[in-house]
Nanobody, 118 residues
Framework: QVQLVESGGGLVQPGGSLRLSCAAA????????MGWYRQAPGKQRELVAMFRRFGTTAYADSVKGRFTITGDISKNTVSLQMDSLKPEDTAVYYC????????????WGQGTLVTVSS
């Protein structure tokens, strides 16, 4: 199994910034990428950003231009810089590793809570 450890959440005012970090450990093969996901109360978990194995990135439309994902696949780490945060960004944020078949390799952890509020 692949273990995931997320950190960096907290309370921030609208317009503020936070940086999330994630490290994965375990048997990791055939990686497609590492991604950040979030789940707001009463909503389904959604993909926020993906850092692909060869360095390309993808973002949800709602965060484009505000969030930046970086990573080091060789070290199984990924980070998410979140700027210009909005109240609607409030959610529990999770990371996971995705293989070339689209499967999640990691065990979903507790995530890290991001609260954007004045």
């Amino acid at each position: 199994q692949v273990q995931l450890v997320e950190s960096g959440g907290g309370l921030v005012q609208p317009g503020g910034s936070l940086r999330l970090s994630c490290a994965a450990a375990g048997s990791i093969f055939n990686i497609y990428g590492m991604g950040w996901y979030r789940q707001a109360p009463g909503k389904q978990r959604e993909l926020v950003a993906m850092f692909r194995r060869f360095g390309t990135t993808a973002y949800a439309d709602s965060v484009k231009g505000r969030f930046t994902i970086t990573g080091d696949i060789s070290k199984n780490t990924v980070s998410l810089q979140m700027d210009s945060l909005k109240p609607e960004d409030t959610a529990v944020y999770y990371c996971n590793v995705v293989d070339n078949s689209g499967r999640y390799l990691g065990v979903w952890g507790q995530g890290t809570l991001v609260t954007v509020s004045s």
